[in-house]
T-cell receptor, first 114, second 114 residues
Framework: AQSVTQLGSHVSVSEGALVLLRCNYS??????LFWYVQYPNQGLQLLLK??????LVKGINGFEAEFKKSETSFHLTKPSAHMSDAAEYFC????????????FGQGTELSVKP | DGGITQSPKYLFRKEGQNVTLSCEQN?????MYWYRQDPGQGLRLIYY???????QKGDIAEGYSVSREKKESFPLTVTSAQKNPTAFYLC?????????????FGQGTRLTVV
């Protein structure tokens, strides 16, 4: 079975500081990994995805994530936080043996202080 | 514009009533999903469908029903058997049920039992 753990339900950073949101996965098959962002009362928008090509994945809005198989991690980073980055972020995993179903983590709420 | 449309955005239900949430997509996607979102619990899969006239239970299907009579439409009925229906409901679609294909989400329906 596959699962995702997001460390920290709430992360707070200052504007201009590094953003680091942690995601660890468990999977018995090569995983496909995704990061989504959700603004209040809206749906989810894809930030980036890993599908076994390059291990460093660049996404929208300056975010990137690195797939580390040895650490079973797929942490999301952004060098400099902006006020507009305040939102909830979800890590998700799927695999060819799961019928394409996405399994989501609990979510991390990011706050950005001026 | 292509996308997923959920309606209504807000829905109020009296206890003991069935309500149906609408989800329509014009992306020509084969797969569609319904997720339930509660604070601090991430997204949990209710039902999913790979093809017209076929659907599968997700992790929390009890008290819910779906139909897939058309490729574009995947309505969700919340029945009176669902004991705690107040939540944010998200519909999604993807090209197929393959693990590497990302899901596209609607804007959600917030259901409140009064």
């Amino acid at each position: 079975a596959q699962s995702v753990t997001q460390l920290g339900s709430h992360v707070s950073v200052s504007e201009g500081a590094l953003v680091l949101l942690r995601c660890n996965y468990s999977s018995s098959v090569p995983p496909y990994l995704f990061w989504y962002v959700q603004y209040p009362n809206q749906g989810l928008q894809l930030l980036l995805k890993y599908t076994s090509a390059a291990t460093l994945v660049k996404g929208i809005n300056g975010f990137e994530a690195e797939f580390k198989k040895s650490e079973t991690s797929f942490h999301l980073t952004k060098p400099s936080a902006h006020m507009s980055d305040a939102a909830e972020y979800f890590c998700a995993v799927s695999g060819d043996n799961q019928g394409g179903k996405l399994i989501f983590g609990q979510g991390t709420e990011l706050s950005v202080k001026p | 514009d292509g996308g997923i449309t959920q309606s209504p955005k807000y829905l109020f239900r009296k206890e003991g009533q069935n309500v149906t949430l609408s989800c329509e997509q014009n992306l020509n996607h084969d797969a569609m999903y319904w997720y339930r979102q509660d604070p601090g619990q991430g997204l949990r899969l209710i039902y999913y469908s790979q093809i017209v006239n076929d659907f599968q239970k997700g992790d929390i299907a009890e008290g819910y029903s779906v139909s897939r009579e058309k490729k574009e439409s995947f309505p969700l009925t919340v029945t009176s058997a669902q004991k705690n229906p107040t939540a944010f409901y998200l519909c999604a679609s993807s090209i197929s049920l393959g693990g590497r294909t990302e899901a596209f989400f609607g804007q959600g329906t917030r259901l409140t039992v009064v």
